[in-house]
């Protein structure tokens, strides 16, 4: 089992920046990639960021590139997402998610484990 808590979220302002964290305990946490995830309201869980097991290899979508950075700290058993720049439409309940497979997908159904969430709400 691994478990994972994300914190960071909030209520900020549209061009600010949020950093969030997800902290894993369990099982080793360096043998899992990682993923960042995100559900607006009546929308469908979308993929945001995922990064592999040693951090050398990263994926983030097309709607978040250039803006958001996922990166994580094995020795600290974290994995982080900086958000910059950002829009109301990043507004959304934000998850973060372990894989077993050690590379990035983008596929929901390929993680095996979740946090609880954490909300970010951009206001206009």
């Known amino acids: 089992q691994v478990q994972l808590v994300e914190s960071g979220g909030g209520l900020v302002q549209a061009g600010d920046s949020l950093r969030l964290s997800c902290a894993a305990s369990?099982?080793?946490?360096?043998?899992?990639?990682m993923g960042w995830f995100r559900q607006a309201p009546g929308k469908e869980r979308e993929f945001v960021a995922g990064?592999?097991?040693?951090?050398?290899?990263?994926r983030h979508a097309d709607s978040v590139k250039g803006r958001f950075a996922i990166s994580r700290d094995n020795a600290k058993n974290t994995v982080y997402l900086q958000m910059n720049s950002l829009k109301p439409e990043d507004t959304a309940v934000y998850y973060c998610?372990?894989?077993?497979?050690?590379?990035?997908?983008?596929?929901?159904?390929?993680?095996?484990?979740w946090g609880q969430g954490t909300q970010v709400t951009v206001s206009s």
């Open positions: 369990g099982r080793t946490f360096s043998n899992y990639a």
């Open positions: 998610a372990a894989d077993r497979l050690r590379m990035p997908t983008i596929a929901s159904t390929n993680y095996d484990y």
């Open positions: 990064i592999s097991w040693n951090g050398g290899t990263t």
